[in-house]
């Protein structure tokens, strides 16, 4: 089994990355900005945190949140927004998948790769960096 090591930091504000399965193209429809959007305010009732800044492509997300004091965990808020976008959403895309005895075990769905990138914003320089990254990120794209 891997050993994912994570930098934490109580209050910390973090950059992340995280990908459709397969890169599937499916975060741009309506309805699935709609369900993001309602997974991250159901989430933040339950575990706040402050949404910095964010942008979705088709195939994945970037976006940089800050924790509250004292508060590490970022890991639970990405579990609970992908469990509520691929529960509410999931049936709707109709997307084929293959079925693997792992993804049974884990009650994984096909929206979403299993893990995510995050980097622990170390400074303004690069908390502007980062935002910046946000902002080009879809021209990039295209």
Known sequence: MSNYRRLRQPGGTYFFTQVTYKRIPWLCKEKARLTIRNGI???MKLYPF????IVLLPDHIHCIWTLPE???N???RWRLIKTYVSKRYASFL???FELTES????????LWQKRFWEHLIRN?????????YIHYNP???G
Do not use: F, W
């Open 124 to 132: 303004e320089q690069d908390y502007e960096n980062h935002c910046n």
């Open 94 to 96: 109709k997307i084929p």
């Open 50 to 53: 402050t949404l910095d800044a």
């Open 103 to 110: 993804r049974i075990k884990k009650q994984e769905t096909h």
């Open 74 to 76: 970022y890991s639970i």
């Open 139 to 141: 021209v990039k794209h």
């Open 41 to 43: 305010n159901h989430v």
């Open 70 to 72: 004292g508060d590490d």
